[in-house]
Each structure stands twice: as C-alpha cells, then as structure tokens.
C-alpha cells in the first residue's frame, strides 16, 4: 500500500485564498501539530473508514425534513419538542449541503477561504436561521452532548452559525441536534434497525472563530514545527513508533 501526499497544502508564496474546510478547522482545534504535518507538509491522518449507517440515516433525515419542506409546514418531531420554527426553503441548500462545496466565506484579515456542509437548516417567525446538524449513535443511554470528546460537535455547529452571519443571514445563537440512537433492546434483528430520534437544542457562541482563523494563518506561514495537542493518539502513536524503531534499529547493530 502506497501513502498519498494531501493535496490543497499550503504555500506561503501562493496569492490565492486558500481553502480551509470546517473539519480541518477542527483538526486545528484538537492539534496543531497534526494539523501542520497535514495543510502545510502534506501528510495528513490516515483515512478512517466511511461510516455507512450514519451516512444512511443523514440522508433519509434530509428527505424526510425535505418533505416539510417543500409543504412549508413543521416536521412532528419539532412539534413534539415545541420548536416554533419550519424547515428553510432557499436556493442554495443543496449547495450548502454538498461536500467539499457547502457554505462558503473569504475571511479576507487572513484570506482563508472557509467552507462547510450543513445538514440542515430552519427559520423561525422572527426570520432567525436555526443552524441544524444530524448524529447517529447506538448505545444504552439516553444521547446528550455531555461528553467531553463531543466539543467537537459544539464547535462544528458554531462554525455554521459564524458562516451563515458571515453570508448575511440573521442566525439564531440557538441550534439544533437531531440525534438518532438505534435500539440495542429489541430481541432480534429481523432485519431492521430502529431509532429513537432526540431533538436536542445548543445556544452557540463563535466569538472563538475569529481568533482561531488568525491563529491558523500565522501556523501556516510559519517554518516552525508546533507542539502536539493534549492527549492527541495520532502524536503519541507516532512518537512510540519512533522509539520503537530507534531501539530496534539499536539492537540490529549490536549482533
């Protein structure tokens, strides 16, 4: 198997904008270093595996939600948990919806170009946009967003919100997670799997974008290596390797 080096790195001569994706934003988030190593020197985290069943719940969600759309009315679901908005009917959804395209931004202070694909969106009576995000898991528990790991999500879902101020449209600092949690009780299989469907509100704060976009710019244009993140596997992973093989390649020499 052959690594391939990431494309869209970054060259501090280039006049253009350079894109930058809401995951790679995250990816800053959580190391910088990795992060470095990825947009700057081209070698990037190993893919993981493509998560299936959350891509098929994802889109029956869309449709779904599509359906009242495209009615102007408000899906039981929101109803149920008294949100007094309907999803928003516009243009460009697909567009925000689609990978690698989704909403998009020049933050001309650092000339990133910012994108990032949505799932949804809603619009209540005051013409607030409701910036909407879907999540499957299946355990035992009820789902919430009390896990410390799930600051990601948080900070995906403000992103959002900064990029649709940035477009010019009023965004409520409240969104929303449809979480879908498939039952583990049921006796069988038979061939299905169910899901218990949680709407689950989030009041956002993106005053932390701004600082983060310039805090990028000046990694990307540095020569410098940063340090690693706190507890990031991918950097302690690499530097067990490394130890591993400078003692190996020790011993080798002793016989």
């Not at 934003?25 to 190593?37: D, G, V």
């Not at 919430?144 to 959002?160: F, H, P, S, T």
């Amino acid at each position: 198997m052959t690594y391939k080096r990431r494309s869209n790195i970054f060259d501090p001569a280039a006049a253009g904008a350079f894109r930058l994706s809401r995951s790679k934003i995250e990816n800053f988030m959580r190391c910088a270093r990795c992060f470095y190593l990825d947009r700057r020197l081209g070698v990037g985290e190993p893919e993981g595996y493509p998560f299936n069943l959350n891509s098929a719940v994802d889109h029956l969600l869309k449709k779904e939600f599509d359906i009242h759309r495209a009615k102007g009315d408000a899906h039981p679901l929101m109803a149920h948990y008294k949100i007094d908005a309907v999803p928003f009917a516009h243009e460009e959804l697909d567009r925000w919806r689609e990978n690698f395209v989704g909403a998009q931004f020049l933050h001309k202070p650092t000339n990133l170009l910012i994108t990032g694909a949505i799932d949804d969106v809603w619009i209540n009576p005051k013409d607030e946009l409701h910036i909407v995000d879907y999540k499957a898991t299946a355990k035992d528990s009820e789902v919430n967003l009390d896990a410390e790991w799930q600051i990601g999500y948080k900070r995906q879902m403000e992103i959002y919100q900064w990029l649709f101020r940035k477009n010019n449209f009023k965004v409520s600092s409240i969104g929303y997670f449809v979480y879908a949690n498939g039952k583990r009780d049921r006796e069988a299989f038979d061939g299905k799997l169910e899901f218990d469907v949680k709407i689950i509100p989030y009041t956002g704060d993106d005053s932390w974008v701004e600082p983060a976009l310039k805090d990028i710019k000046k990694l990307l244009t540095s020569d410098s290596l940063p340090p690693s993140g706190v507890d990031c596997e991918f950097c302690a992973y690499r530097e067990a390797a490394d130890k591993a093989l400078a003692q190996f390649k020790k011993q080798e020499k002793l016989f």
